[in-house]
């Protein structure tokens, strides 16, 4: 099946840091989301991706989907405490992989103030 | 803002038993889903639900796993005969349309099986 390699698997920071994270696939993705999960909830949507190329901001957060359609990044930029969680992408195939998500092995952030 | 709720929050049971999930998708949304993730692990996909049918499942989901929508707001996963190896987080997750539309994931029910 289908398989998003997420890097970097953990990340320890200093609060006000910038962070960056990336996801890629040996398959195309037809839309790129990234989710942020707490612990004990459930994957809290960021961001979503639905063109080659596009570049999307959400506040401190900023996400491209790669012109190959392979690979997307997010970056966090001046990182707060509250930005503490581990972060996921999930890639949608559509097609005949119709509305399944594919997520990424997560990247854990960790924020020292 | 609309939100996917699951109940229970945390469900613990034997091992042979028969569990429900439960769930209740955004009113207006039409796709349904269960994934689970397996403590520590990526988010793994079981199944989706349309128009009271499955349109997609995985590997994982087999003759043990049900769905059923039994109304018109809740979405239940059923789990006939559990294992240990059925331990994990169970999220639930909606959304309006098929095409290019971000699932909206509910809190999750904590399944522990002893």
């Known amino acids: 099946g289908q398989q998003l390699n997420q890097s970097p698997q953990s990340m320890f920071i200093q609060e006000g840091e910038d962070v960056s994270m990336n996801c890629t696939s040996s398959?195309?993705?037809?839309?790129w989301l990234w989710y942020k999960q707490d612990p004990g909830e459930g994957p809290v949507l960021l961001i979503a991706?639905?063109?080659?190329?596009e570049l999307t901001s959400n506040g401190r957060l900023t996400a491209q989907f790669g012109i190959t359609r392979k690979d997307s990044f997010l970056n966090i930029s001046a990182s707060i405490p509250s930005d503490v969680g581990i972060y996921f992408c999930?890639?949608?195939?559509?097609?005949?992989?119709?509305?399944?998500?594919?997520f990424g092995g997560g990247t854990r952030l960790m924020v020292k103030p | 803002e609309p939100e996917v709720t699951q109940t229970p929050s945390h469900q613990v049971t034997q091992m042979g038993q028969e569990v429900i999930l439960r769930c209740v998708p955004i009113?207006?949304?039409?796709?349904f889903y269960w994934y689970r993730q397996i403590l520590g692990q990526k988010v793994e996909f079981l199944v989706s639900?349309?128009?009271?049918?499955?349109?997609?499942k995985s590997e994982i989901f087999d003759d043990q796993f049900s769905v059923e929508r039994p109304d018109g707001s809740n979405f239940t996963l059923k789990i006939r005969s559990t294992k240990l190896e059925d331990s994990a987080m169970y999220f639930c997750?909606?959304?309006?349309?098929?095409?290019?539309?971000?699932?909206?994931f509910g809190n999750g029910t904590r399944l522990t099986v002893t």
């Open positions: 999930a890639g949608l195939a559509g097609g005949n992989a119709g509305n399944m998500l594919t």
């Open positions: 398959s195309i993705f037809n839309t």
């Open positions: 991706l639905y063109k080659a190329g």
């Open positions: 009113s207006n949304h039409l796709y």
């Open positions: 639900f349309y128009n009271n049918e499955i349109s997609e």
């Open positions: 997750a909606s959304n309006p349309t098929v095409y290019n539309s971000p699932l909206h």
